[in-house]
C-alpha cells in the first residue's frame, strides 16, 4: 500500500495533485470523521470516498440508487487494479454468492449497494462479522423530501448510524440548497458531520438560453456543428421524446429515445449503447441520467423548460465531467411554463404547490435574466460571485433591448377588441390579418385592431404576448383554453403613462465573439486531432473486447493530453493525467505504439 494519499493518487489514480477540498476530506475521513461534501459533478467526489477506502481497514461499503451507477463506477475502479464489486438485482445467483463470498474473505476495498438491500436485517446482521472501512452515501440529496429527486428507500439510512456506530459516514452531493443540506443532515442522523460546502460552479459549462420558435429546427442547426459529439436531450414528456428523437434519427443523427413507459430491456440497450459512444444522443425524460457516468458528454439540450434550478443544474451537470468544454442549450418557450404552472396547480397538496410554484418562477427568472447566467445559477444555491463568467451567452453576447411601447398598446388593444375571449394564437392572427375562414365568420377582419400588425411576424408578436403575460399585464386562462384577459396592469400602458422595453428575441445561440474572455475556464490544450481520433478509435476497440464504456479505459482529457505531449516511454506516459500504474501496465504499450507511429 502507497505511504500517503497523494501516493495512492498518483499510483492507483494516476493524477498529480489533489482539487480543491479533496485533500482535507480525505485526511479526515481516514481519520474516522463523519463528512457531508457538497461538490459539482466532475469536482473529484467519488475520490473523497474510494481514495479512503484503500488506506483504512476493511471494506468500503458505497450506498447508491442505482445499478447503472454501480456498474460504472465498479468498471473504472477495477480498470484502475482496485478490488470492487456491486451487490444488487442484476446479479445472477452464482455471481451474487461469489461477491458476498469474496466480501467475508477480506477480497474486496468497496462494495456498491442500494439503500434498501443495505438497510434489510439480514445484510446489517451480515456486516455485524465483517470490519468496515467506511459508509459513503452517494447523490446523498435523495434523502430529502425537498430534493428534486426524493426517494423513500433513502429515509431508512438513518437508521444506519444506530445499527453500525463504528465506520465514519460520508454523505456526497452535487445538488442541495441550503434548506435540503439540513434536511438531508437530519435525515441521516448526522448532526455532528463536518460540511465541506466547496461551491457549485462548473467554469467549464457555457449555459445559453435560446426563445423557443421551432423547436425542432432549432436542434437540429444545434447539432449540426456537433456531430461527432455525444449529448442529451431532455424534453417533459414521453410522447415528445419519442416524436424528437423520430425527427432526428430521420435527420440522419445517431439518436435513441429513453423513457420510463420502454421495456427495461430497451433502456438498458439505449443506455449502454450511449455508454459505449455507438448513439451519440439521447433523447430522454428526466428517468435518464443519474445513472450515467459518461465523462465525454459534450452538450445537455433541454427541449422542454425543467421544473426547477435544481433539476436544470443536475442535468445540465451531466455534461463536461471531464473538464472539457461543454455547452447547456435551454430552449426557453412561455408555452411550455403555461402548461408546467397548469400542472402544479393540479395539486390537491397547497403546501407542495407553493412550494414548486415558488421553484417553478425561480426558473423563469433564470430564463429571462439579462445578466451573467452563472451568477444566478450560483447565487440560487447560496454561492456569490462579485464578477461575471465570461462563459455564457449574455456575457459572451450582451443582449439588445428593444422598444414596444406602441406594439404593446396595439396587442392589448387586440385583446380588448375579440371581448377578451380568445387564446393567443387567434390574437396574433387578427394582429396579422390572417384570412383565417373562423376569424373571417366570427366578424373579426372588421375589428379596428384587424391587420395592425401586418408588418411583424408571427414569432415576434407570441414572444410580445407572453411577455405581456409574464410581466402582468395580460391573464391567460389555462382553464379555460387559455384564454387572454387584460389586468389593471395594462391601463396605464393603454394610456400612454408608462413605456415598456423587452430583450430584443433570441432564437439561435449567438456565435462566441473573437477574443471573449472567459474568466474561470483554463485555456484549451493545443493537440492533433488526427492523433487524438487514433487513440479514440483504440480505446473504443479495447473497451469493447473488455465490454466497459471506452471513458473506462482513459477518459477525452486523458486523450487529449496524450495527443499533446505525446509521450514516448513508460515514464512519460505515467505523468499523463489519468494513468496509474494498473492501466499503465494493461494499455501503456498499446498507446505508446499509436503515438510512435504517428510522430
Not at 433 to 439: D, E, I, P, T, V
Not at 461 to 487: I, M, P
Amino acid at each position: 500500500m502507497p505511504n500517503s494519499p497523494l501516493d495512492t493518487l498518483k499510483e492507483v489514480f494516476g493524477y498529480t495533485r489533489f482539487r480543491p477540498f479533496q485533500q482535507e476530506i480525505i485526511e479526515r475521513l481516514i481519520n474516522g470523521e463523519d463528512l457531508f461534501v457538497l461538490m459539482p459533478t466532475g469536482g473529484g467526489k467519488s475520490l473523497c470516498y474510494q481514495l479512503p477506502a484503500l488506506h483504512r481497514p476493511g471494506v468500503a461499503v458505497v450506498v447508491s440508487p442505482l445499478i447503472s451507477l454501480m456498474k460504472d463506477q465498479v468498471d473504472a475502479l477495477t480498470a484502475a487494479g482496485v478490488r470492487a464489486a456491486s451487490y444488487n438485482s442484476s446479479l445472477s445467483e452464482g455471481e451474487s454468492k461469489q461477491t458476498l463470498a469474496r466480501l467475508h474473505a477480506g477480497q474486496l476495498d468497496l462494495l456498491y449497494i442500494a439503500p434498501e438491500r443495505l438497510m434489510s436485517e439480514a445484510f446489517l446482521e451480515r456486516l455485524r462479522g465483517i470490519e468496515i472501512a467506511l459508509f459513503a452515501i452517494d447523490e446523498a440529496h435523495c434523502v430529502s423530501q425537498w430534493g428534486h429527486d426524493f426517494r423513500p428507500e433513502y429515509r431508512q439510512l438513518s437508521r444506519l448510524r444506530e445499527r453500525l456506530p463504528g465506520p465514519p459516514i460520508i454523505a456526497l452531493t452535487a445538488t442541495a440548497e441550503p434548506h435540503t443540506q439540513k434536511d438531508i443532515l437530519r435525515g441521516l442522523n448526522l448532526p455532528q458531520a463536518r460540511a465541506f460546502i466547496t461551491g457549485f460552479d462548473r467554469p467549464n459549462i457555457r449555459y445559453t438560453v435560446v426563445d423557443k420558435a421551432r423547436p425542432a429546427t432549432q436542434l437540429k442547426e444545434f447539432l449540426s456543428h456537433r456531430r461527432q459529439q455525444s449529448g442529451i436531450v431532455y424534453a417533459l414528456s414521453r410522447k415528445r421524446v419519442e416524436t424528437v428523437t423520430a425527427d432526428l434519427v430521420k435527420a440522419g443523427v445517431k439518436a435513441a429515445a429513453y423513457h420510463a413507459g420502454l421495456p427495461s430491456g430497451r433502456r438498458q440497450e439505449v443506455q449502454d449503447a450511449f455508454q459505449r459512444d455507438e448513439i451519440l444522443v439521447v433523447v430522454a425524460t428526466v428517468a435518464f441520467g443519474m445513472g450515467i457516468d459518461k465523462s465525454n458528454v459534450r452538450f445537455v439540450v433541454h427541449y422542454d423548460i425543467p421544473k426547477n434550478i435544481e433539476s436544470y443544474y443536475q442535468e445540465t451537470g451531466r455534461a463536461g465531467r471531464d473538464g472539457l468544454p461543454s455547452e447547456a442549450l435551454l430552449l426557453f418557450g412561455y408555452g411550455d411554463i403555461a402548461i408546467a404552472r397548469g400542472l402544479i396547480e393540479q395539486s390537491g397538496n397547497a403546501e407542495r404547490k407553493r412550494i414548486e410554484l415558488q421553484r417553478l418562477n425561480s426558473i423563469i427568472g433564470f430564463g429571462e435574466s439579462q445578466t451573467c447566467r452563472r451568477r444566478l445559477l450560483l447565487g440560487y444555491f447560496g454561492e456569490q460571485v462579485r464578477e461575471d463568467c465570461g462563459n455564457c451567452d449574455i456575457c459572451l453576447s450582451p443582449p439588445e433591448t428593444i422598444e414596444v411601447t406602441e406594439d404593446a398598446r396595439k396587442a392589448l388593444s387586440c385583446v380588448y377588441r375579440v371581448g377578451q375571449r380568445y387564446g393567443l394564437g387567434h390574437v396574433i392572427e387578427v394582429l396579422r390579418g390572417s384570412q383565417n375562414q373562423r376569424l373571417l365568420q366570427l366578424g373579426h377582419d372588421r375589428l379596428s385592431t384587424y391587420g395592425i400588425g401586418r408588418d411583424k411576424g408571427q414569432d415576434y408578436w407570441g414572444a410580445l404576448l407572453r411577455h405581456l403575460v409574464h410581466q402582468g399585464y395580460l391573464k391567460q386562462d389555462l382553464d379555460n383554453f387559455s384564454v387572454l384577459s387584460l389586468t389593471e396592469n395594462a391601463r396605464p400602458l393603454l394610456k400612454g403613462e408608462t413605456t415598456l422595453s423587452i430583450p430584443k428575441p433570441r432564437t439561435k445561440p449567438q456565435p462566441t465573439p473573437r477574443g471573449a474572455s472567459r474568466k474561470r475556464e483554463a485555456p484549451p490544450l493545443s493537440y492533433d486531432q488526427f492523433l487524438f481520433a487514433q487513440l479514440r478509435a483504440l480505446r473504443k476497440k479495447l473497451a469493447d473486447q473488455e465490454g466497459v464504456p471506452p471513458f473506462v479505459i482513459f477518459s477525452d482529457a486523458t486523450l487529449i493530453e496524450m495527443a499533446a505531449t505525446r509521450p514516448q516511454d513508460h515514464d512519460a506516459l505515467l505523468t499523463i493525467n489519468g494513468v496509474g500504474l494498473h492501466k499503465l501496465e494493461h494499455y501503456g504499450d498499446k498507446f505508446l505504439a499509436v503515438i510512435r507511429e504517428f510522430s
